[in-house]
T-cell receptor, first 115, second 114 residues
Framework: AQSVTQLGSHVSVSEGALVLLRCNYS??????LFWYVQYPNQGLQLLLK??????LVKGINGFEAEFKKSETSFHLTKPSAHMSDAAEYFC?????????????FGGGTRVLVKP | GAGVSQSPRYKVAKRGQDVALRCDPI?????LFWYQQALGQGPEFLTY????????KSGLPSDRFFAERPEGSVSTLKIQRTQQEDSAVYLC????????????FGEGSRLTVL
């Protein structure tokens, strides 16, 4: 069975500061890993994904994440926070099966950006 | 349409009522997923279709929940005899093909059961 743990349900950062959102996963097979962002009253949007190619993945809006198998982690970072980064972020793991992907999500981390 | 469309966006039901939530996926997307997102939590898988076939319904919480996609396009999630614990946002997502992993989500249908 797969699972995802996101450390910290809320993170507060100052504008211009580093954003670091932590994600650890559990999977019995090599996983595909994803970060999604959800703005208020909107659907989830894909930020980036890891699908067994490069371990450092770059996504939209300046975000990137590094897959570390030894640590079973896929932490999300952005060097300099912008006010528009205020949203909820979800880490997800997918185990490829014949019946298709089924994403298992973490509980989410809400990011507040202070001016 | 350009994206996944869900209706209604908001639904208030009295306990015991039946509700139907509609999802119109991106044109040509083979795979369709339903997720339930309770307040303050991450989305939880309910069911999955590949074209008209429902290949996985392991996440449906009870037999009051039923989903269909009869022509392999629009899908309906039906909840019978709604209960307060059914209050959540119901998210629909579609993807072009299996095994790519990337899902495209609608804005969700927020169900409140009084």
């Amino acid at each position: 069975a797969q699972s995802v743990t996101q450390l910290g349900s809320h993170v507060s950062v100052s504008e211009g500061a580093l954003v670091l959102l932590r994600c650890n996963y559990s999977s019995s097979v090599p996983p595909y890993l994803f970060w999604y962002v959800q703005y208020p009253n909107q659907g989830l949007q894909l930020l980036l994904k890891y699908t067994s190619a490069a371990t450092l993945v770059k996504g939209i809006n300046g975000f990137e994440a590094e897959f570390k198998k030894s640590e079973t982690s896929f932490h999300l970072t952005k060097p300099s926070a912008h006010m528009s980064d205020a949203a909820e972020y979800f880490c997800a793991v997918s185990e490829i099966k014949a019946a298709g992907n089924k994403l298992t999500f973490g509980g989410g981390t809400r990011v507040l950006v202070k001016p | 349409g350009a994206g996944v469309s869900q209706s209604p966006r908001y639904k208030v039901a009295k306990r015991g009522q039946d509700v139907a939530l509609r999802c119109d996926p991106i044109s040509g997307h083979v795979s369709l997923f339903w997720y339930q997102q309770a307040l303050g939590q991450g989305p939880e898988f309910l069911t999955y279709f590949q074209n008209e076939a429902q290949l996985d319904k392991s996440g449906l919480p009870s037999d009051r929940f039923f989903a269909e996609r009869p022509e392999g396009s629009v899908s309906t999630l039906k909840i019978q005899r709604t209960q307060q614990e059914d209050s959540a946002v119901y998210l629909c997502a579609s993807s072009l093909a299996q095994n790519t992993g990337e899902l495209f989500f609608g804005e969700g249908s927020r169900l409140t059961v009084l």
